[in-house]
């Protein structure tokens, strides 16, 4: 009569291997169900992360263009270290741009010296994103302005 009570009687653990023994292999399913939502959740967070940075890269690189060319003396020096200090800011950063396009606005020079005038530094960077498994993702374009006053004493 002890042995009907215990727990440990060899039919007691027999059924409950054969009641357990139903939910073999569903910790597989259910990693295999979840496994492509995860990936994609992961890819969408990193195509969040570079975009962001490219984005940051793009804005810094524009403000140092902008810099750059407001210091010069005139509208052709100012195109020509615009496109230096832009080059040079996304190299620093690390971003590598399939085709990168700077506009620069120097119309701020015509201004008599003396006044207040404005140069302008567009750039614009198509980041490469192909790699991330994504579908449907082609380049995507950055863009950003920047704007620096030309410096009042530049016929020095």
Do not use: K, W
Not at 49 to 70: F, K, T
Not at 126 to 146: C, E, F, I, K, W
């Amino acid at each position: 009569m002890i042995t009907a009570l215990n727990n440990t009687h060899p039919r007691l653990r027999l059924r409950r291997l054969r009641r357990g023994s139903g939910e073999r292999g569903s910790v597989t399913l259910e990693v295999a169900v979840l496994a492509p939502g995860l990936l994609l959740l992961i890819a969408l967070v990193a195509f969040a992360g570079r975009m962001g940075l490219a984005n940051s890269a793009v804005e810094q690189s524009a403000a140092d263009g902008a810099r750059a060319a407001s210091l010069e003396r005139g509208p052709s020096a100012a195109r020509a270290a615009a496109q230096e200090a832009v080059n040079a800011s996304l190299a620093d950063q690390g971003l590598q741009c399939t085709s990168t396009s700077v506009s620069v606005d120097t119309s701020g020079f015509a201004t008599a010296p003396g006044q207040s005038a404005n140069v302008t530094v567009t750039v614009t960077c198509p980041v490469r994103v192909a790699d991330l498994p994504l579908p449907g993702l082609g380049p995507r374009t950055v863009q950003a302005s920047a704007i620096s006053p030309i410096d009042t004493y530049r016929e020095r």
